[in-house]
């Protein structure tokens, strides 16, 4: 009997996670993505290789499966790399482009966690999706973290002058959570959106993650961000665009609005921009750059936008 207490104890001990696991970043499995009729094979490789680098580092360990790895062997095969997800996807082809869907599925249970479908002409029309990805899967397991994570900040060491008050520590920097953009835009290019806000934000000293719901309307979906990222502010909006086969004619007008996470209330205007270019990609990143920058502007002298 005090043999059998002594193996369950040590059973018991080894199933229980160290306290250390807890700071062990995720790891994430990548695997190319199957293509249908008339569509390459190394398309789906491309693709795959695409969203993994958007999703690697930050606190989000990522390895590419092996290209001779089925569909069937692909959670063994996680399982035997001790990885927390894997991903995977389909292609078919749509006219000159493509419909990929993208799927991320827990290792642990073999369930579906999250997926997504874009349209997509090549590699660089997916970008964004690692980024949501990563954020699900920080959001799922409560370990690692983005790499734009506010840091933090120690009092400054005791002067050896005459005794005085010391002085407060630096506030850190707000931390803003972006939302993918509603709007009639194709997905792909929200999410081109979504990244030129990241990049505004940090340009002002800011920290910024993304979130993978829409948040178009930020009334019903800023609540559910805030707790799904515990940032401060949360960003959302709507991306519209128009394109031409003439020249400078790809016009892209962004919209955004901002949730308040400690008053739970969307704050007063939409700030609106846009600009027209010769490429639909240009036109995206400067509207979304420019709409950012004039909600800094207008936090800077004093309007009522969250900071």
């Known amino acids: 009997m005090i043999a059998r207490l002594f193996l369950a104890a040590v059973l018991v001990a080894g199933l229980a996670p160290s306290p250390a696991q807890a700071d062990v970043a995720p790891v994430l499995v990548v695997y190319g993505f199957s293509v249908e009729e ?25 390895a590419r499966g092996a290209a001779g790895v089925t569909p069937t062997r692909f959670r063994s095969d996680a399982l035997a790399r001790n990885a927390d997800y894997y991903l995977t996807g389909r292609i078919a082809p749509v006219g000159n482009t493509f419909s990929v869907l993208v799927e991320l599925v827990r290792v642990g249970t073999g369930l579906l966690t999250w997926d997504t479908s874009v349209q997509a002409a090549g590699a660089a029309d997916l970008a964004g999706i690692g980024a949501q990805v990563r954020q699900v899967i920080v959001d799922r397991t ?3 973290s983005f790499a734009a994570a506010a840091p933090s900040y120690a009092a400054p060491a005791a002067s050896a002058a005459a005794p005085g008050p010391s002085p407060a520590p630096p506030e850190p920097p707000s931390t803003f959570a972006v939302m993918m953009l509603g709007g009639s835009a194709l997905p792909s290019d929200r999410g081109i959106a979504v990244r030129a806000v ?8 800011a920290s910024a993650v993304a979130d993978a719901l829409t948040g178009a309307d930020l009334v019903a979906a800023g609540a559910q961000a805030c707790m799904d990222t515990g940032a401060a502010t949360i960003i959302g909006g709507t991306l519209d665009t128009l394109h031409s086969d003439a020249p400078d004619a790809a016009t892209a007008t962004v919209a955004l609005q901002a949730y308040d996470c400690r008053t739970q209330s969307v704050l007063p205007t939409p700030i609106e921009a846009h600009t027209t270019a010769p ?18 502007t207008a936090a800077s002298h004093g309007s009522r936008v969250a900071r």
Do not use: W
């Not at 990241?198 to 000293?205: P, T």
């Not at 490429?279 to 800094?296: K, L, N, R, W």
């Open 38 to 62: 008339n569509v390459q094979p190394t398309v789906g490789q491309r693709f795959a290789d695409a969203i993994a680098a958007d999703a690697a580092g930050a606190g989000v360990i990522v």
């Open 142 to 144: 409560g370990r690692g």
């Open 198 to 205: 990241l990049d505004g934000i940090r340009k002002h000293g």
């Open 279 to 296: 490429a639909s990609s240009e036109a995206i990143g400067t509207a979304a750059g420019m709409a950012i920058a004039a909600y800094f």
